[in-house]
C-alpha cells in the first residue's frame, strides 16, 4: 500500500460568532492519505453556514480528515496562526 505525504491548500471564509466580521483564512492540511478536493469544497461551502472561531474551525478540519492543519487569519488587524495535529 502507497505511502502519501499530501498537502492541500485552500482559502475558507468564516464569520468571527464574536463580531460577525467575515475572516479569509489560508489553511494547509497534511495528509498521510488522499483527501478528494469535492469533500474540501463542500467543507468550504458549510463554513460560510455558520460562524466559527479559527481555533475551532482548525480543530474540525484536523479531526474531519484525520490530519494535521494550519491555518492563517487576520481579524481586527491582528494575524492569528493556529496549528491542529491529527490524534
Known sequence: M??????????????CPNDNDL?????????????MVEDLLAFAKECKSFPMFQEDLTET?????????????????IEIKCTVGAE
Open 2 to 15: 502507497p505511502k502519501f505525504n499530501c498537502e492541500y491548500t485552500i482559502e475558507l471564509a468564516s464569520n
Open 23 to 35: 475572516i479569509i483564512y489560508k489553511v494547509t492540511i497534511c495528509s498521510n492519505k488522499i483527501i
Open 61 to 77: 478540519l484536523s479531526s474531519r480528515f484525520e490530519s494535521d492543519v494550519f491555518s492563517v487569519g487576520v481579524h481586527q488587524g
